[in-house]
Nanobody
Framework: QVQLVESGGGLVQAGESLRLSCAAS????????LGWFRQAPGKEREFVAN????????NYGDSVKGRFIISRDSAKNTVYLQMNSLKPEDTALYYC????????RGQGTQVTVSS
């Protein structure tokens, strides 16, 4: 079993930054990805970014490339999502996930970007 706890969401203005954190506990394996997806009301789930412990190779969704940075702290078993140049369309509930969004996910943290 894997537990994921997100933190760091909030309300910001367009152009500002936020950093999300996801602390993982339980039986995690370095070959599996840890990442983020988001969902806004009335919209489809959208992949944001992921990374593997074993290889520092991040992947990003097209809408966040160049603005968001995912990183990990293996010692703390924590993944971070640095979100820069935020836009109103980034407003959503952000979920941390392990392996796939349908396997393990956190409770979600709200990010709201005002224009």
């Amino acid at each position: 079993q894997v537990q994921l706890v997100e933190s760091g969401g909030g309300l910001v203005q367009a152009g500002e930054s936020l950093r999300l954190s996801c602390a993982a506990s339980g039986r995690t394996f370095s070959s599996n990805p840890l990442g983020w997806f988001r969902q806004a009301p009335g919209k489809e789930r959208e992949f944001v970014a992921n990374i593997r412990w074993s290889a520092n190779l991040p992947n990003y969704g097209d809408s966040v490339k160049g603005r968001f940075i995912i990183s990990r702290d293996s010692a703390k078993n924590t993944v971070y999502l640095q979100m820069n140049s935020l836009k109103p369309e980034d407003t959503a509930l952000y979920y941390c996930y392990y392996r796939s969004p349908d396997d393990y996910r956190g409770q979600g943290t709200q990010v709201t970007v005002s224009s």
